[in-house]
């Protein structure tokens, strides 16, 4: 995605902390990001956990969301990870606190409300999450189900100008 934004010389839009294992510290740190911002003025791509975080964002603020294999009830399928951990893109280790699992469950959003202003791309060969409750979650959303594919979304590259178009509308 970095490098699309670097290609259309939009190099500054292209926002992509790493964000901390809290999920409240996580939530505050994005809604600060885009604090500056009106709804119509950007939009959140998430994958995984971070499909979650742009769900929570896109319902607080307005904006537009694309959501990539999203995490839809977090709080119940992390609470067997407590302890520590490797992020997933890399070696680094974290502990996964007993405590995150509230902070999970108080940013869930247990509707959304502009299912017009998300777009999910779901893949039915996720190993790690049920592309059924995606599209059962983000019913009346803009829907992409890939056939096969994985959690990562190995082929993603081949969907990247939807993401970018869903953004920019």
């Not at 003025?41 to 694309?66: D, K, M, N, P």
């Not at 999203?70 to 890399?90: C, F, K, M, N, V």
Request: net charge negative; glycine share 6%.
């Amino acid at each position: 995605m970095q490098r699309v934004f670097e290609q259309l010389g939009e190099s500054e839009k292209f926002i992509c902390p790493q964000l901390p294992p809290s999920p409240s510290e996580a939530f505050a740190l994005a809604r600060q990001l885009v604090s500056e911002f009106s709804a119509d003025g950007f939009a959140v791509v998430g994958s995984s956990l971070g499909g979650f975080y742009a769900t929570a964002i896109a319902e607080a603020t307005g904006c537009r969301a694309v959501l990539l294999n999203p995490a839809i009830w977090p709080a119940r399928d992390l609470a067997q990870y407590i302890g520590e951990q490797t992020a997933w893109h890399s070696d680094d280790r974290f502990f996964f606190q007993p405590a995150f699992i509230d902070e999970l469950q108080a940013l869930t959003v247990e509707t959304i409300t502009r299912p017009e202003s998300y777009c999910l791309i779901a893949a039915t060969g996720d190993e790690v999450l049920d592309w059924r409750e995606m599209t059962a979650r983000y019913a009346g959303a803009t829907q992409r189900i890939i056939e096969g594919s994985d959690h990562a979304l190995s082929d993603f590259a081949q969907y990247i100008d939807e993401v970018v178009s869903f953004c920019e509308r």
